[in-house]
Structures are given as C-alpha cells and as structure tokens.
C-alpha cells in the first residue's frame, strides 16, 4: 500500500517544487488540507507500452477453447453492415473479394 503524508495549501505554496519532487521520486500521494477538505496530489501511472499491451493480449486464456479461424477470419465488417441494413450475401455480391484473405 502507499502511503501518503497530509500537509496545509500555505505548506504546499511555499514548498510546491520541492512537493512536487519528492511526489515523482517516491509515488507517495500528497493530501492537501483546504477549508476542511481532503484534495490529492498523486503520479499518473506510465501508460503500457505497445508491446506490454500485447502481452497482455496474449495470455493463452484468451485463446484456449477457440477455433484459429475465428481469430484470423474476424469479420469486421459484419456490425457496419446491419448499421447500414446490407445482408451479408448482398455485401459479398457487390464486394466478391472482401472474406478472402490476401495471398502471402
């Protein structure tokens, strides 16, 4: 758990940078006091990188259980085409190549 120290709005001012500072350094959430209210200073955690992100994604519980055509097949299209009211055999008359996977 992180701890956090409380200090008054007139500590805050006249040692704001140095507040500021040690917040970075440490993590350790900084409690203001003003008129009898509690307000939080805290750091915004690093966002994920591109390649954490993947990771994430790809945990074998998400893949157990599924058929690999469903993930490499994912039709994308599907929920644009009840938007715009066109049935599938309707898209894939007009678009004869759009299910069809691009040659390697």
Known sequence: MVR???IT???LRQDVYKILDHLIETGEPVLIMRKGVKLKIVKEPEPMSKLDR???MATP????G???EDIFHYDNMKEWREE???SDEEWFA???DAGR???R
């Open 66 to 68: 599924r058929d690999p």
């Open 61 to 64: 519980e998400i893949w157990i």
């Open 4 to 6: 956090s120290y409380v």
């Open 9 to 11: 709005a007139s500590k």
């Open 54 to 56: 993947l990771k994430a």
């Open 84 to 86: 715009w009211g066109i």
């Open 101 to 103: 996977i691009p040659p």
């Open 94 to 96: 007009r678009y004869p």
